[in-house]
């Protein structure tokens, strides 16, 4: 069946999409400081405004959700002003807060930053980073249960800081055991992944690297070898991940898709010098998601992706590319990254996906 890229994403708003990862609030205390303190060389900020984001996990859900997505947002935070600041932080966003668990002795996670105009002084990080109490592992296996049946993707963002515990990960693999949805984990352990069998792993280089148990490489930067070291790994990053893909994402090098007997694919990005580049892994993921729950072929879906993420990189501060955006963007005539042709036959498009070898 033939679908046009603007049908694609117009697609995303039927796909129902399980977020399942640590919550965390992303604050900005905004100020000024024009001169430095009395009792130590740093600088006085006067605070004058403050502003609220979902971060980690729910940075994803809101990506998802801007992305036009139904979003069920499965996490735990702390019974605490944080958590408050969360909720009402993501039901700004339009994400529906119902899956947003709360353990009474948990500390919501917060990464605090003190800004003077638009430079950052210090950032404070807080929350419990241990394992989710066993009565709250078994609410998000119970929520699970629920909400996975009638979902077209899970997509987990594992920061490793105590909600998908081996039970949760357990109770994963058994539904997929059962009946297989399309799964897509971001995580800096993607071993303990291996044996879920997740349709895509998207680590990024350095994670990528340090899967392989490999430091020393992530201090190379030439995207030559960077394309060739991933290449020559393929097979140990699917093997160590179990996925059926593997996507590298590289920074300003856009990405490569790594699976099983086919030559690696990459897909570029339009690289772009930003001060802080921060939650465009979070839009990639949620475009891919989107994209193949939607069922484009792969390169189409990271296309998309990168497409999405290059809007976002565009932008101050951690934000998200919204459907309007993308569509915006592939009617443009000078789009002419995405290889519209392979789903529009009139559109002209020069496909940028290329193999490695
Ligand atoms: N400077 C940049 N210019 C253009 N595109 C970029 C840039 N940085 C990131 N991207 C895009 O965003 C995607 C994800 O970036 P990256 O590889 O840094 O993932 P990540 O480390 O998971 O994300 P993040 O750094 O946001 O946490 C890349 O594949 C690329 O398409
Ligand atoms: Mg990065």
Not at 159 to 173: E, F, K, M, N
Not at 187 to 194: E, I, Q, V
Not at 213 to 234: G, K, N, Q, Y
């Amino acid at each position: 069946m033939e679908m046009t890229l603007p049908a694609l994403v117009h697609s995303f708003t039927d796909r129902r999409v399980v977020v399942l990862g640590e919550a965390m609030l992303d604050s900005y205390l905004m100020g000024s400081a024009d001169r430095l303190c009395q009792e130590a060389p740093v600088p006085v900020v006067t605070l004058s405004d403050r502003r609220d984001v979902p971060g980690g996990a729910a940075n994803v859900a809101v990506n998802l959700r801007a992305l036009g997505a139904q979003v069920s947002f499965l996490s735990v935070v702390g019974e605490d002003e944080n958590g408050d600041r969360l909720r009402q932080a993501l039901a700004h966003c339009g994400v529906k807060i119902d899956d947003l668990l709360v353990q009474t002795d948990r500390q919501t996670l917060v990464k605090q930053r003190i800004m003077a105009a638009s430079q950052m002084v210090v950032r404070l990080d807080q929350g419990s980073i241990e394992a989710i109490a066993l009565e709250m592992e078994q609410q998000l296996i119970d929520r699970l249960h629920k909400l996975v049946p009638s979902c077209d993707a899970i997509v987990i963002s594992d920061y490793s800081y105590g909600l998908l515990t081996p039970r949760v990960l357990d109770a994963i693999a058994a539904l997929q055991a059962t009946a297989p949805k399309l799964l897509v984990v971001d995580s800096k352990r993607l071993a303990s992944y291996r044996s879920l069998g997740a349709t895509v792993v998207k680590p990024n280089y350095e994670e990528a690297c340090r899967l392989l148990a490999d430091p020393a490489t992530t201090l190379t930067t030439a995207v030559e070898t960077r394309l060739e070291f991933m290449a020559r790994h393929r097979e140990q990053l699917l093997n160590l991940t179990g996925a059926d893909m593997v996507i590298v994402t590289l920074d300003t090098e856009g990405a490569v898709i790594l699976q099983r007997q086919q030559a690696p694919q990459r897909i570029q990005a339009k690289p772009t010098t930003c001060r802080q580049a921060t939650g465009a892994g979070d839009t990639f993921i949620s475009a891919l998601t989107l994209a193949l729950a939607s069922h484009a072929p792969v390169t189409i879906a990271a296309e998309l992706a990168v497409t999405a993420a290059a809007v976002v990189i565009a932008k101050e501060g951690t934000e998200t590319c919204s459907a309007e955006e993308l569509q915006t963007i592939l009617n443009t005539p000078m789009m002419h990254r995405i290889p519209t042709s392979v789903w529009n036959n009139d559109a002209e498009g020069n496909p940028s996906t290329q193999e490695v070898a």
